[in-house]
């Protein structure tokens, strides 16, 4: 997947692999020579944050923009002040990995009046293995729920249903016809349908639009049994 705007939104459901999402964009942009910068704006779950994933990025290039209090004991919504570098373009291409549903779309906006009129195109992450958004339906709902809360419209979905190292190919085509169901409901274009490289060679001339992804973003647990 390419990111075709100079500003990029990644939101959708606690869970459904935002962040994930969000890094393996960056890495791709950035290996390809381009200026690329990562913002997180989630500032309401302390866990699973792009910003704890800085190290990796920064040695690839990309310029990561952090919340205020990122690494402290403190969980407040302050909004990063290096974001209206990013806002005046000077940090090339920009991913916005953005809070999951309505309350962290709430930060984002803050922001909207002076994303409204710049370059760029919001993009909705839905993964049919999370709770509350595993029907058409209820994406659907959560979607509208997000855009209320942001003042943003979204452009297109991202089909992110996989269960990280635990899926098979068969994860990936069950899921299909809920990202395609899930489109035809918004009346959104479905940009592509993501599977942990571990299995995107199996599905390579079954789904159209593959992006393989690798897992970045794992809980203690999984780097535990890694």
């Known amino acids: 997947m390419r990111l075709e705007k100079k500003i990029t939104i990644i939101c959708g459901h606690y869970g459904c692999g935002k962040t994930n999402l969000s890094i393996n964009l960056a ?22 944050r ?5 190290e990796e990025m920064e040695k690839n290039g990309i310029t990561v923009i952090t919340p205020v209090y990122a690494g402290t004991t403190l969980d407040i919504p302050a909004i990063p002040p290096q974001v209206d570098a990013v806002l005046d373009g000077s940090c090339g291409d920009v991913i916005f990995d953005v809070g999951g549903d309505d309350a962290g779309a709430t930060v984002l906006g803050r922001l909207a009046d002076r994303i409204r009129i710049m370059d760029y195109e919001m993009i909705y992450v839905i993964n049919r293995f999370r709770t509350l958004t595993s029907e058409p339906e209820q994406a659907v709902g959560l979607l509208r729920e997000i855009e209320m809360a942001s003042h943003l419209r979204a452009s297109a979905l991202v089909n992110n249903s996989h269960l990280k190292d635990q899926t098979s190919p068969e994860d990936i085509l069950g ?15 479905l940009r592509c349908t993501t ?7 199996a599905l390579r001339d079954k789904v159209e639009n593959l992006y393989p992804v ?9 780097m535990e049994n890694k």
């Open 27 to 48: 890495m791709d942009h950035a290996r390809e020579g381009k200026q690329t910068a990562l913002v997180d704006l989630d500032l309401v779950n302390p866990y699973f």
């Open 50 to 54: 792009s910003s704890d994933y800085r």
């Open 175 to 189: 899921a299909l016809e809920f990202a395609h169901s899930t489109a035809r409901l918004l009346d959104l274009p």
């Open 195 to 201: 599977a942990p490289v571990s299995v995107a060679e």
């Open 214 to 222: 690798s897992i970045y973003v794992r809980s203690p647990w999984e």
